[in-house]
């Protein structure tokens, strides 16, 4: 079977005679840009090239053209999941956004297997900075801090200062960064978690035979096999734990390119910083409470709603608390989009998941009150009237479930949503490179000229 590069080699002369045919015009102009965009944000200014995915407000994400069920049904999954066909690995979406193909079963093992190679070991150094780390610290900046660290093992780094690169030739060493940066990932969020949740000693093992989600999973300490299991929980349970891992990081992986962590990571990387640095810097922008934090925001939120009212089924008590929320001049968390003007399909795609368990979920008051919320906070959001979007967002699920296999620190949730992400920013990386997208510069304007130029029409 090819390798991931190999068919991404294949793709690249389609994409790049694409570009040049796109280059001849230049100067036609396809949006205008308005004061309120200047101001408010830039909402929907058309200004970047984004090639894994694209945002419907109506219709929500696409991957390279695919909905959410659409992968579901494509994509293959990992190999110990072939008699019971479930969640995707998410390398299978890797395979899809890098190359715009369904990867064949073999190929997408292969990328498997090629990713546990690269991931088996944490450089010690890195282990050494997390470990010097105050175990306090946010897990998101201890992320942060490792990723940027790993850039001096960069090999595009050391390439570029050695001067013996050309452009054109860029992308292969980003991509050596990327697939390794990806790779890691297990092993530096386990390491994060051992650190924080457990004094530092390992909750699970790395199986090299065994998928990316299984490893993460595994080094929560959350599978039957591989891993300390401190809550006892069945092997059913683990094995459910992992499908989650396995879907959640399949549909997080990229939002198109406007979102904070992507556009941050796709703006760094346009300096030629490296992609531990480039992602590090979308890492930082996913930490905060507008963005990717929500998702710790709206299990802190549920637990705290869900002691104040008598059941989650008590929609007057639940919707005093959105008020009294509101009235704070707090947000909803979980709740709203900067694009989405309908429920966020990933959403859905968790409820199924619930949905798919009956018998687990139906004692979990948190998940309860969560599938209520959807229902009755779209009616005070929308009474209140200011966001443009009353529904769900991605956040509102995914935190809650996490929390009822056992993941109770919180401020983690955030940091398997970094995981995710990493694949679809990194992945537009590669291809900025292998395009040879130049440095992101737009024009900023001060007050006095936009005042002229508001007088002036
Ligand atoms: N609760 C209360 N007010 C909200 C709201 C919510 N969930 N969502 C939007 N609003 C408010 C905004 O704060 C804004 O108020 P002001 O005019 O006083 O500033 C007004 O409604 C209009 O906002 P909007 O145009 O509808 O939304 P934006 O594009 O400005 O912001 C988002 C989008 C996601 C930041 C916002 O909806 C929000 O803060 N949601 C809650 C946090 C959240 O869930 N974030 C996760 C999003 C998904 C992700 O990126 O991971």
Partial sequence: PRSLKEAVEQAIPLRRHELKELKAYSNMQIDSITVGSIIGGMRNNKSMLWQGTTLD?????????????????????SPDKQSKKTE?????????????????????????????????????????????????????????????SLNSSSTFCKNYQDGVIGKEDYWHYIFEDALNLIALLPQLVGKIYSNVTNEGMPLGYFNPDRDWSY???????????????????????????????????????DHEGGNVSAHATHLVGSALSDPYLSYSAGVMGLAG?????AAQEVVRFLVDMAARIDSPDNESQVSEYLWALLNSGKVVPGYGHAVLRKPDPRFDAMLRFVEARPQEFQGDRYVQLMRNLSKYAPKVLTEHGKTKNPFPNVDSASGVLFYHYGIHDLLFVTVIFACSRAIGPLTQLVWDRILGLPIERPKSVDMATLRRLVNQN
């Fill in 88 to 148: 995707f690995m998410p390398e299978s979406m890797l395979w899809l956004l890098m190359t715009g193909e369904i990867p064949k079963k073999e190929e997408a093992f292969g990328l498997m297997h090629e990713l546990s190679q690269r991931g088996k070991t944490l450089p010690p150094f890195v282990e050494h900075i997390i470990d010097s780390l105050p175990r306090t610290m946010h897990p998101m900046t201890q992320l942060a801090v490792a990723l940027a």
């Fill in 289 to 293: 409470p507008l963005h990717g934090l």
């Fill in 57 to 77: 407000p109506f219709n929500g994400i696409k991957f390279q053209g695919k909905t959410i069920q659409e992968c579901q049904q494509l994509l293959p999954c």
């Fill in 215 to 253: 490893n993460i999973a595994s080094l929560l300490g959350m599978t039957y096999r591989d891993s300390v299991n401190k809550r006892n929980l069945t092997k059913e349970q683990c094995d459910d734990f992992t499908d989650l891992v396995r879907l959640y990081c399949g549909i997080h992986v």
